[in-house]
Nanobody, 128 residues
Framework: QLQLVESGGGLVQPGGSLRLSCAAS????????VGWFRRAPGREREGVSS????????TYSDSVKGRFTISRDNAKNTVYLQMNSLKPEDTAVYYC?????????????????????WGQGTQVTVSS
């Protein structure tokens, strides 16, 4: 059974840091592009960051560029999202998603419709 499980969310003060993990089971995550998305209360789901499979090219939304870093550890079948300088507006449920990618397919980027495997989400709350 293909499964993605997020962890690492929690409550943090503004300016603090968290590292989210997206662990895959049932498939080899290294062959998949992975994206991080978030949904804040009353808002649409938005793409935050993604990383391609072979070239490991990262993509970031303007709202997190310079503060968040995405990385992958294929040996652990896990993708990470390091979040620094957190702001109250980063408060949301964060989801990871995956889609198989080969060297000839277009990077799925930050469009959620391009992904077909999703985790259950982890809550991130930034508040003093």
């Amino acid at each position: 059974q293909l499964q993605l499980v997020e962890s690492g969310g929690g409550l943090v003060q503004p300016g603090g840091s968290l590292r989210l993990s997206c662990a895959a089971s049932g498939f080899t995550l290294g062959y998949y592009a992975v994206g991080w998305f978030r949904r804040a209360p009353g808002r649409e789901r938005e793409g935050v960051s993604s990383i391609s499979s072979f070239s490991e090219t990262p993509t970031y939304s303007d709202s997190v560029k310079g503060r968040f870093t995405i990385s992958r550890d294929n040996a652990k079948n896990t993708v990470y999202l390091q979040m620094n300088s957190l702001k109250p507006e980063d408060t949301a449920v964060y989801y990871c998603a995956a889609v198989v990618q080969n060297p000839y397919t277009v990077d799925p980027g930050l469009l959620d419709e391009n992904y077909n495997y999703w985790g259950q989400g982890t809550q991130v709350t930034v508040s003093s």
